[in-house]
C-alpha cells in the first residue's frame, strides 16, 4: 500500500518508519522546506525522533504524491488545513486517518469532523487511531495494540486487517465518537496526575485521579454520542493508564513541570514538543458546560491555567467538593 503520513512530529515520524519496515511505500510530509532537506540529507529526525533512521522506502517530500491511504499526525490545531491541502492537491477523495487527539478550538469539532467538513467528496473513508502508543516505542518496533475507528466499519475493519502486523495490532471500531473522546480527555487527565506525581502525593492520589478522570471522559462520552463500551478498551482507559503514567507521556511531563513551580509557557518551552492536553483543556470545560457535564478536575486545569488558582491549592479544592455517591 503507497501511504502518506503528513507532520513529521515525533508520532508522524514513529508511524512512516513503522509502516516502512512493514512493506509499505511511504511519504512523509511536512510544511517545513528546511525540515525536508534535513530528513532528506541526514535521514534522521533529528528534533523530534533523534535515534532512529528512515527507511530506504520512506521519502521526506514538501508535496504530495499519490497514495492509497493519508494519515495526519499533525497536531489539531494544524488539522484543518492539513485537509484542506489535500482537498486543494485533488485528494479529497483518498481514504484519510487521523492520529491526532483532541477538540479543535473554537468549533469544538473531534477530528473526525474536521476531516468530514473540509472533506465532503470522501466517500465516508474516513476515521481515527487511537490508542496507548508512545512514538518512540513503535519506532523501536515494541509490540502495541491500537484502535481504528470508522463509521464505515466495512472499510475500516478491511484496513486494519491490512495493516495489522507483529509489531502493531489494530482493533476496528465503529464507535468512533468514543475513541476520539477517549484520546483526547486522557491527556487532560494526565496533566493533572503529573501534577499529583510531582507534588509526591503518592500512588493512592494518582489512582483516584485516574479513576475519578475516567468518570469524567465517561460522562462527556455519553453526552456526545459515544459507546462506553469503547472507553473501557484501548483508546480509553489503555490510553489513559499509558499517559497517566509513562515516562514518555508529555501531558504528565507538563504536569510534573508545573508541580516543581513552573510557569504553563515555561513547561511547554521545556517540554519542546506540542502536548495537547493544554490546548484540549479549554474545549473540554467549555463543552461539559454546554451538555450539563461535571468535571471537576477538567476545569481545576482550567482554573490553574487561568491564574485562579494555585497548584498547591488544587489537590485540597477537589477534596473539599460535596461529597456524592459513586
Known amino acids: 500500500m503507497n501511504i502518506g503520513v503528513l507532520g513529521a512530529g515525533a508520532w508522524g515520524t514513529a508511524l512512516a518508519i513503522h509502516f516502512s519496515l512493514h512493506a509499505h511505500k511511504v511519504w512523509l510530509w511536512t510544511h517545513n522546506i528546511r525540515h525536508v532537506q534535513q ?8 528534533r523530534y525522533l533523534p535515534d532512529f533512521v528512515l527507511p530506504e522506502n520512506l521519502s521526506a517530500v514538501d508535496a504530495f504524491a499519490p497514495a492509497d491511504l493519508i494519515i495526519i499526525a499533525t497536531p489539531v490545531s494544524a488539522l484543518r488545513e492539513s485537509a484542506r491541502k489535500l482537498v ?62 470508522s463509521e464505515n466499519f466495512a472499510w475500516i475493519q478491511s484496513l486494519a486487517a491490512t495493516l495489522n502486523n507483529t509489531v502493531l495490532r489494530l482493533y476496528a471500531n465503529a464507535d468512533v465518537i468514543g475513541a476520539a473522546v477517549g484520546g483526547a480527555v486522557k491527556n487532560v487527565m494526565a496533566i493533572a496526575t503529573g501534577i499529583a506525581d510531582g507534588l509526591h502525593y503518592g500512588i ?14 465517561s460522562r462527556l462520552n455519553h453526552a456526545l454520542g459515544g459507546q462506553v463500551t469503547t472507553l473501557m478498551g484501548l483508546s480509553g482507559m489503555g490510553d489513559l493508564i499509558l499517559t497517566c503514567t509513562g515516562s514518555l507521556s508529555r501531558n504528565r511531563r507538563v504536569g510534573l513541570l508545573l508541580a516543581e513551580g513552573k510557569s504553563l509557557p515555561e513547561a511547554l518551552t521545556e517540554l519542546g514538543h506540542v502536548a495537547e492536553g493544554v490546548y484540549t483543556v479549554e474545549e473540554v470545560c467549555r463543552q461539559a458546560d454546554s451538555l450539563g457535564v461535571d468535571m471537576p478536575i477538567a476545569n481545576i486545569l482550567k482554573q490553574l491555567f487561568h491564574g485562579r488558582t494555585e497548584v498547591q491549592a488544587m489537590a485540597e479544592i477537589l477534596m473539599e467538593r460535596a461529597p456524592k455517591a459513586e
Open 204 to 217: 493512592n492520589a494518582r489512582v483516584a485521579l485516574m479513576t475519578r478522570g475516567m468518570a469524567e471522559i
Open 39 to 46: 530528513l532528506q540529507q541526514e535521514r534522521v529526525n533529528k
Open 88 to 149: 486543494e492537491a485533488g485528494m479529497g477523495k483518498v481514504p484519510v486517518i487521523a492520529a491526532c487527539k483532541g477538540f479543535e478550538q473554537q468549533t469544538g469539532l473531534l477530528p473526525q469532523q474536521v476531516l468530514a467538513e473540509v472533506m465532503p467528496e470522501n466517500n465516508n473513508c474516513i476515521g481515527v487511531l487511537s490508542g496507548p502508543s508512545f512514538a518512540q516505542e513503535l519506532a523501536q518496533q515494541l509490540p502495541c495494540a491500537v484502535t481504528l475507528a
